[in-house]
């Protein structure tokens, strides 16, 4: 549906019954967070609260909650985004499809945003930040949150709006230090386009330009996190996706979208900083407060009747996962024309997303080796490091696929796979002192981390174990004086194992070197358990999927925190005995 504002995508929801409202006063401090974490669990509809304390607009919850629903709201545009897609990504494929590639082409152009002679007065009520619903969604956080902002910033040395960027970074709305109502905080990663145009604007030694769009119709939030080509306007596609041209005009120097519900805009100034945070974020914990940019608030505009959508975000899965859906669904096979010789990647959901990666790439090199080892997966492997937002992983598991057998997303399948071919004494290829996730604190500061890319082909060196050995179970036990089940079977060649939690860097290293001297007297049980992960508490980890990889992989950094028995380095390669 080509839907003209947030307001008839509800209604369209409604009819198909998938939308209620809630007529009862309810609290925007943690109780419509609550309310909608339920919604989501549960596969709820997406919920329009009508009547929130604090303000006199609506605001609208849990509405990508489900992949159902975001089908249901593209289906007349997801086929054509598809087509784009396979058009740009694969021009041989489109010449043999001529049909579908001119309607595709066709639909690109008709999309582009279109520009408007009109003025904010003609359509928006001027309003302050106060006036906003003010939601927040954890008890710890710094105060309340926009978490479906799109975020507009121009290039100052290439200006206009086919070159400028929109993308979701978390605005804080209140708290902190931030003067009422005329300053708000703005959150963004360090690989983000926002920060390159605030670079620029640095340089030229003038502030940075910013519109907040907040709602309009349902495809301007989802082209606002779609990871998109080189060359593709963010607001070109949300003008596809919607299968309506982006509407805009400027005022007073800023871009204001003709069909959002709320836009605020604002400046950020040259070198000023103010603590942002806590925040409760997606990778499962909170982000502290750090000093970022912030925006010194020049007007805040809101339609008559305008709504305001959020979402609460934490521990995967919670709504943003059904945006990863969306943009799979949307971009499935162009990964391998991003990234050649790459066939699939998934970013899992359950680390967080940006943690974990697992590939299948191809190896073409090796029929000129006499042994069957990474070479081209490799190469792959570093394409895929450094691409786009896959550039924020610690952890990249990457194999090739001879027979077509395996899928990126059947996690416990994949990670045997690997687990059976892995060569750890070869295999582990680490990159140190590098860049890492803003909101990942697992490294050794602020953006500061490393990563490991965890490379097997050919055939299986090894049986994994499907039980854990008596003895190994038992010198475990006696070692580590824990009685109360100190060891758990995660998954075939996978154990976890329970110590009690550290407080100093010593008392980690003492604990690790007890566990290493240990394994190395049980060797000869250890040759089907290649990965041993330590934790506090191993029947947590063991007990489902999810926790084993939210534990191990988002909480944790390469360099760091693995280790292995008879650690060598050769040539500077770390390698090690498994496990």
């Known amino acids: 549906m080509a839907y003209k504002s ?30 909608q974490l339920r919604a989501y669990k549960e596969g709820g ?24 629903r975001c089908k249901f709201l593209f289906r007349d545009t997801l086929p054509k985004v598809q087509d784009l897609m396979l058009l740009r990504g694969s021009p041989m494929e489109a010449l043999k499809k001529p049909v579908t590639g001119i309607k595709s082409g066709v639909a690109a152009l008709a999309a582009l945003p279109l520009k408007l002679h009109t003025k904010t007065a003609d359509h928006f009520d001027e309003i302050s930040i106060s006036d906003l619903p003010q939601i927040q969604h954890w008890p710890m956080d710094g ?64 502030p940075l330009k910013v519109s907040i769009f907040v709602g309009g119709p ?50 950020i100034a040259p070198g000023q900083l103010k603590p942002e945070g806590p925040f409760g974020d997606h990778l499962g914990y909170y982000s ?21 959508p959020f979402t609460v975000v934490g ?21 391998s024309q991003e990234v050649p010789g790459v066939k699939a990647v998934n970013a899992v959901d359950q680390a967080g997303v940006h943690p974990l990666l697992l590939a299948i790439g191809t190896e073409r090199y090796t029929p000129y080796t006499k042994v069957m080892e990474p070479a081209e997966l490799l190469t792959q492997a570093n394409r895929i490091l450094g691409t786009g937002q896959l550039s924020l992983a ?72 499907d039980k854990i050995p008596e003895e190994l179970k038992k010198a475990l036990q006696d070692t580590l004086l824990l009685q109360d089940y100190p060891v758990a079977l995660v998954m075939p060649g996978v154990l976890a194992v329970e110590m009690s939690a550290v407080t100093n860097k010593e008392q980690a290293a003492n604990d690790l070197a007890r566990v290493k001297q240990l394994l190395e007297s049980q060797k000869v ?9 330590l934790t506090e508490d191993a029947r947590y980890l063991a007990d489902n999927l999810a926790n084993f990889l939210w534990i191990t992989f988002t909480r944790s950094d390469p360099a760091t925190d693995i280790d292995g028995i008879e650690a060598a380095v050769n040539n500077k390669h770390w390698a090690v005995i498994p496990p």
Request: negative net charge; glycine residues 8%; proline residues 5%.
């Open 525 to 533: 049980h250890l040759t089907g358990l290649p990965l041993i992960v």
């Open 288 to 308: 502290l407060a750090h000093p970022f940019p912030f925006l010194k608030v020049h007007k805040v505009f809101a339609k008559k009747e305008a709504i305001w």
């Open 218 to 267: 349902p495809a301007h939030s989802v082209a606002a996190v779609m990871p998109l080509p080189e060359g593709i306007s963010e607001l070109t596609f949300a003008g596809l996706l919607a299968g309506r041209r982006f509407r805009y005009f400027y005022e007073d120097g800023y871009v204001i979208s003709r069909d959002a519900d709320f836009v605020i805009t604002g400046e």
């Open 394 to 465: 610690k952890y990249l598991w990457i194999t090739d696929d001879p027979e077509n057998k395996l899928s990126v997303r059947d996690i416990p399948v994949f990670f045997k796979y690997i687990l059976e071919r892995i060569d750890l004494g070869r295999d582990l290829h680490f990159q140190t002192c590098t860049t890492m996730d803003t909101l990942d604190y697992s490294g050794a500061g602020l953006n500061k981390g490393s990563k490991v890319i965890l490379a097997a082909t050919g055939a299986a060196i090894r049986a994994l174990a």
């Open 143 to 206: 105060g309340a949150f926009i978490t479906l902002p799109q975020v507009f910033s121009e290039n100052q040395d290439r200006p206009g709006v086919l070159h400028g960027n929109v993308g979701m970074y978390r605005i804080q709305l209140s708290g902190n230090d931030y003067l009422k109502d005329q300053e708000i905080g703005l959150h963004y990663q360090i690989h983000r386009g926002i920060g390159i145009h605030q670079q620029i604007a640095e340089k030229n030694n003038q």
């Open 315 to 335: 521990r995967p899965p919670q709504e943003d996962t059904s945006f990863g859906d969306l943009i799979h669904e949307m971009t499935a096979g162009a990964i």
């Open 45 to 68: 509809p997406a919920i329009l609260f009508e009547n929130v304390k604090g303000t006199k607009y609506k605001a609208l919850a849990n509405l990508y909650g489900t992949m159902e």
């Open 6 to 35: 947030l307001q008839e995508a509800l209604e369209d929801l409604e009819q198909a019954g998938m939308l209620i409202r809630i007529h009862d006063a309810v609290d925007p401090y943690l109780e419509m967070a609550s309310i």
